[in-house]
């Protein structure tokens, strides 16, 4: 059997000359989905999935087990211990039991935190027991579980994460993973309504907000570092998220205290390089390495020397990030804390 996936020259003198002398030995990445699909179980996501998320992450992988998980870090990262917390997808509902018995199993294997996928229409009870009893620290909750008359942009935060479900993470302090919703991202008023809101409500609930709220584009901040900037317990992991820019007005808002690494793996193994057009983003990628992408607005092909030049997508977010600490003045000790510390006191981790 070959390797999980092929590691270039390139991505070595990438890794070599940009990422590895600036992160810590000890990483733990908070953003990470483990599912083992041996049969084709997941098949086609249902279409009001398809209209809720974007379709491009699916090309990168159909599962990832917990073993391509490690092997993942152990490509990427060959001199670096790495721990992860890890949770299921959620493109179909019908597939959860099974996804988090999956992660369940996937965390005491190879001795990582998890959270458990939770739909809202889960009562409390049921959840505050189904979370204790499978050694979950909290829930990942997702915008495609929410009541499927909702279009996309009348998705509201509470609507996947309900306020009965708060209640218990606030008195338990669980993690709660929010991949916020809506066109608008970062930016949008109801979100940072919402946001405010669970801050005030909720004190003890560890919440992270993925991806810094989604904003992907300068453009999709608006003045929400503005709105966020008297906020205290909120955090914001950096995954699937590349752009120096934004990372800078976070750094500059929230502090090296409150930000978490996190990966978004297996999706991050993709070979690409983003950039921003007119506030949207772009996915450049090898010519046919996704197959046929031409229909969606988020991915763009490259030929010859452009193509050969791009490393994994992970590279370029810690590099992004790397670029922004260095503008910001970041110290080494609050790399360690963005890349290890921070993480291991949120989740109980800190020796």
Known sequence: MGELFEVKPVDRAFYAERIRDFLPERLIDVHCH????????????????????????????????IEDLIETYRLMFPDKQVTALIFGTAA????LDADNAYVQQSARKAGFPA????????????????????????AKVYLTLAPEHL???EICIFDFLPHH?????????WVVMLHIPRSGRLRDPVNLEQMLEIERRYPNARVIIAHVGRAYCI??????????????????????????????????????KRILFGSDLPILRMRTRRICECGRYVNLVPRGLYGDVSADPHMRE??????EALTFFLYEEIDAFRRAA???????????????????????LAR
């Open 302 to 307: 490259l030929d010859g020397e452009e193509a």
């Open 219 to 256: 453009e999709d901040v608006g003045n929400a570092f503005e709105v966020l900037s008297g906020t205290e317990k909120l955090v914001f992991d950096i995954s699937a998220n590349s752009n120096q820019q934004v990372f800078e007005r976070l750094i500059e808002t929230v502090g090296p």
């Open 34 to 65: 483990v599912w083992a699909n041996p049969s084709g179980r997941r098949g086609k996501a249902p279409s009001r999935v398809q209209a809720r998320v974007q379709s491009w992450p699916s090309r990168v992988a159909s599962q990832n087990p």
């Open 165 to 173: 479900l708060l209640e218990v993470v606030d008195r338990r302090g």
């Open 326 to 348: 260095a503008n910001t003045g970041l110290l080494p000790t609050d790399i360690e804390d963005v890349f290890y510390g921070n993480a291991a006191r949120l989740l109980g």
């Open 151 to 153: 279009k996309p942009d």
């Open 92 to 95: 179909n509902a019908a597939d």
């Open 115 to 138: 959270l458990m996928v939770t739909p809202p229409s889960m009562d409390a009870e049921t959840f505050e027991e189904r979370v204790a009893a499978g050694g979950f620290l909290g």
